[in-house]
């Protein structure tokens, strides 16, 4: 049997970080990736003649490992994405809004949103919108108001909420207005959710895993969210995000990435690709692992872990290749995680939490048309319809036709091995039913299935998050499911193969974090924490088993007991 000091399974972003990680320090790796190109969710390949691209990504402004990651390989973020800083939701009963989605980068722009999208705001709007403001800023007004609205107290405060809106600073006030205007949701509606965002950034401080016994649907309902602010706001944000509803998604998973974006809220921007992933992103990542001596090889599946129960020291490949290895990095999404570690460790305490975590698939489809479905690039979401996310990509990521869009299907599970002419037609009605036209357009079509990508959203999982480091010998874990603040995500899955690597290193320094840019800049959790002490004690790795046990189980009697 041929033998390797590191067998990486899986070249995603996490097992192509890792590798790159590794082979920087000379470390000799290889690294077995089950389809023809390399970059897993983020990758891009030509399906049947078309070029298509695992599902449509947008670069958060955000993120720190990935840009730490592509700058060491010698890419500049900014050559590779085109920062379109604005979101649209478009509702099904034909109101809505346009967003800025970077705060700080473009404050006008994004303080001027309404109209940002189509046309840049003129100075004199901005200015006659300043002085509108104050002459109507009249606290006065807004105190005044109760005493002038009708006695029903739920008019009143709705009132009193709306005339405040509106005595806030033009720039300030057009933050919410686009909402509000295009008749998206009211200025209560918008007033509604502000106990919501506050206290589920404070519950997720104080403690993520009893958060994520809520859904962020009934956790609206709990904090009085009007029905408009939950359709037309938080779902589009849901579904935008992760393709299911409120009442499926963990409000942990809502919380967590505005908990992990908030130290670096001033860099916050929305990039889109300008080009297939693949070629773009993780190409370059792996020609770097390569210059430093790791070995990638394509086509080549992992079918089984070999050892004992104790130690993990090789691989089987689908060919029936065996390869030796003093560490195994298992860089897969959590669907091949499961199999692979449920075919060997089923029975071990440690891996019963990952083995029980649910799975939200996603299926996306991507249109070739004759002229562009929409004057702008940006990322739109469709509350009420089958569009999770849509978005023109004609201008940035596929520029070889004149017309290309890319829709995202929710909830995933009604597309899943559907008949493609069918998801087809759904998507088509599911774009007329947010106003977008492509019938006539299109010229051709792919439907991407992925059943096993993401760690259930729902409730229940977060608790199941794996550390890296694993109590078998030789068994490591990476991929954007582990232990690691940005679920689900790019920069997650780096950070994972960051981890990953020092953990192979036995680098006590386990914590993901790019050196130069954000280290402590952000509330270390309890995970993290544990991940900082090293190799974990059996009798601590007990304890974290009862835990999570308990954990469990007071979640179900909490569900239980409604
Ligand atoms: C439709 C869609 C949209 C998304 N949008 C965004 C976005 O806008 N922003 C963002 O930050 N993130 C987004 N994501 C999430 C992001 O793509 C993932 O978080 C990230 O790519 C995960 O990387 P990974 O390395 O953990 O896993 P993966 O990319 O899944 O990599 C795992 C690799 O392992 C390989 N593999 C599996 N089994 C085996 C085996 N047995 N043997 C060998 N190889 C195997 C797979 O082929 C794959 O290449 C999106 C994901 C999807 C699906």
Not at 60 to 65: E, I, K, N, P, Q
Not at 177 to 204: N, Y
Not at 389 to 399: C, D, G, I, K, W
Request: hydrophobic share 40%; net charge negative.
């Amino acid at each position: 049997m041929r033998g390797v000091e590191v067998v990486v399974v899986g070249a995603g972003l996490a097992g192509l970080s890792c590798a790159h990680e590794l082979a920087t320090r000379g470390h000799q790796v290889e690294v077995l990736e089950a389809r023809d190109v390399v970059g897993g969710r983020c990758s891009s390949w030509s399906m049947d003649g078309m070029p298509v691209e695992s599902g449509y990504h947008r670069m958060l402004g955000a993120y720190s490992a990935l840009p730490d990651l592509l700058d060491r390989v010698g890419v500049d973020v900014d050559d590779i994405v085109c920062w379109e800083d604005e979101v649209e939701i478009r509702s099904t009963d034909g109101t809505s809004a346009v967003l800025g989605a970077s705060p700080v980068h473009k404050p006008v722009r994004t303080t001027m949103g309404p109209v940002a999208g189509t046309a840049p705001v003129s100075a004199p709007d901005w200015v006659s919108g300043t002085g509108h403001a104050l002459l109507d800023a009249s606290p006065v007004r807004a105190l005044t108001s109760p005493l002038r609205v009708g006695l029903f107290p739920v008019d009143v405060l709705a009132d009193a909420a709306d005339d405040l809106v509106r005595a806030w600073p033009a720039p300030l006030r057009q933050l919410v207005l686009p909402l509000v205007e295009r008749g998206l949701v009211s200025q209560a509606d918008l007033a509604s959710l502000v106990p919501f965002f506050t206290a589920g950034l404070a519950a997720f401080e104080a403690d993520p895993e009893r958060l994520d016994r809520w859904s962020v649907e009934r956790m609206a309902d709990r904090f009085g969210v009007s029905d408009r602010a939950l359709d037309n706001i938080l779902a589009a944000i849901t579904a935008g995000l992760f393709f299911v509803p409120p009442h499926r998604y963990s409000a942990v998973n809502l919380f967590g990435i505005a908990h992990a974006a908030a130290p670096r809220m001033h860099e916050q921007r929305l990039g889109a690709f300008l080009g297939g992933m693949t070629e773009v992103m993780c190409q370059p990542i792996a020609d770097a692992a390569t210059a430093n001596g790791a070995r990638i090889r394509t086509g080549v599946g992992v079918s089984e872990l070999l050892g004992d129960p104790g130690r993990v020291d090789g691989v089987r490949t689908v060919d029936g290749e065996q390869i030796a290895a003093d560490h195994v990095v298992l860089a897969t999404a959590v669907g091949s995680a499961q199999r692979l570690l449920g075919a060997r460790f089923g029975d071990q305490r440690w891996a019963r939490p990952l083995l029980g975590a649910t799975i939200t698939p996603s299926v996306n489809i991507q249109f070739e048309l004759s002229r562009p479905s929409a004057p702008v690039d940006r990322t739109t979401f469709g509350p009420g319809s089958c569009v999770g996310n849509y978005a023109e990509q004609s201008r940035t990521t596929f520029r070889h036709v004149p017309g290309r869009c890319q829709v995202t299907l929710t909830p995933p599970e009604r597309f899943l091995g559907r008949d493609e002419q069918w998801v087809a037609r759904r998507a088509v009605a599911g774009l007329r039913d947010i106003g977008i036209d492509i019938a006539d357009t299109v010229t051709r079509y792919r439907v991407l299935s992925q059943p096993d990508d993401f760690l259930g959203l729902e409730p229940g999982n977060w608790v199941r998050r794996p550390d890296n480091r694993t109590p078998v010998r030789g068994l490591v874990l990476a991929g954007d499911y582990t232990d690691q603040k940005w679920l689900s995500l790019m920069e997650g899955a780096v950070r994972s193969g960051r981890k990953a690597a020092a953990v192979v290193c036995d680098d006590p320094d386990v914590d993901g974090e790019p050196p130069s840019r954000d280290r402590g800049a952000t509330i270390p959790d309890g995970h993290r924490q544990a991940a900082r002490r090293g190799r974990r004690t059996n009798r601590e790795e007990e304890l974290a088993d009862l835990r999570r046990m308990i954990s469990d189980l007071d979640a179900r009697i909490d569900d239980l007991a409604g």
